[in-house]
């Protein structure tokens, strides 16, 4: 038989109680006895294995959080931002290209190179430098015939001075030389920082609104304590595809800037602490 606890007595209570029965209806008694398991909060984990007694246990379920341990409960808001911006394009390229096609191989070196001297030197009157002009010239034989191109790429950052180049070009050459349309892109880093700025500027929105619901709740607005961005979009132009293919030849150059703009996008989730309203100290 496994040993049982059994209640404590003094020995002279043990030694008067002769009948049998009195023994057996004081251990029955002392078998109601009961042993109550304390829960412990959380922030009191030293304790939550201790057994205590039953008046012990109702004590310490009653006791309250302290002061400092409700202090400890941190107060948030979370909220979430969005913005969308866009940049035009900063570069434009155009090529103008010239060719000639003749019997004898120095006159038409003579034609080609004397037309492209009057380009490049009005290129130069313009004010454009030279990093910004590229030469090619390809000579070969056609048939019984020498046939010569030379093409300049003119890369633009102002697109105001691009027209009125374009269009001084075509007043004073013939109709040998071809100028293409404009091509309109972004340099790498146009691109790069319109997406930092999409972040930032949904950022500056979420804490915005932040702001405005502490102050809403009478709140002050604490430091953030995540910042993320969830959710980034890129498109270019506002023209679809199958319409832009179709007049691409037709659009104007107005309409070509839009059509290569580029818009982005970005969401992002913050969650910002918030304290309790500052009082206002009273001046003496």
Avoid at 59 to 84: D, I, K, M, W, Y
Avoid at 156 to 166: D, H, L, R
Wanted: aromatic share 6%; proline share 4%.
């Amino acid at each position: 038989m496994p040993n049982a606890l059994w209640p404590l007595r003094p020995p002279s209570a043990l030694s008067c109680c002769r009948n049998p029965a009195a023994i057996t209806m004081s251990l029955q008694q002392a078998s109601q006895s009961r042993v109550f398991v304390e829960l412990v909060p959380w922030a009191d984990r030293g304790r939550e294995n201790n057994l205590v007694s039953g008046e012990d246990t109702l004590l310490s379920l009653r006791r309250p959080f302290s002061a400092a341990q409700a202090q400890t409960v941190s107060r948030e808001v979370h909220v979430s931002g969005t913005a969308e911006v866009a940049a035009s394009p900063d570069r434009a390229q155009v090529a103008v290209r010239i060719s000639s096609t003749k019997e004898a191989a120095a006159e038409v070196k003579k034609s080609v190179c004397r037309r492209l001297d009057y380009i490049t030197q009005s290129l130069q009157q313009q004010g454009l430098q030279a990093e910004n002009v590229t030469v090619t010239k390809d000579f070969r034989r056609v048939e019984n015939a020498y046939h010569m191109e030379a093409e300049v790429c003119i890369t633009f950052t102002e697109f105001g001075k691009m027209q009125n180049i374009c269009n001084f070009l075509v007043e004073k050459l013939d109709s040998s030389v071809v100028i293409s349309q404009p091509q309109f892109y972004h340099t790498p880093g146009s691109i790069e920082n319109l997406r930092r700025q999409a972040c930032l500027v949904a950022v500056e929105n979420a804490w915005r609104k932040a702001q405005e619901v502490c102050n809403l709740v009478g709140q002050t607005l604490g430091k953030p304590l995540l910042i993320k961005e969830e959710e980034t979009k890129e498109w270019e132009g506002q023209i679809d595809d199958h319409q832009s293919s179709r007049l691409s030849s037709s659009l104007t150059i107005q309409q070509k800037i839009k059509s290569a703009t580029i818009h982005a996008a970005s969401k992002v989730f913050i969650n910002f602490e918030v304290k309790g309203k500052e009082k206002k100290k009273k001046h003496l």
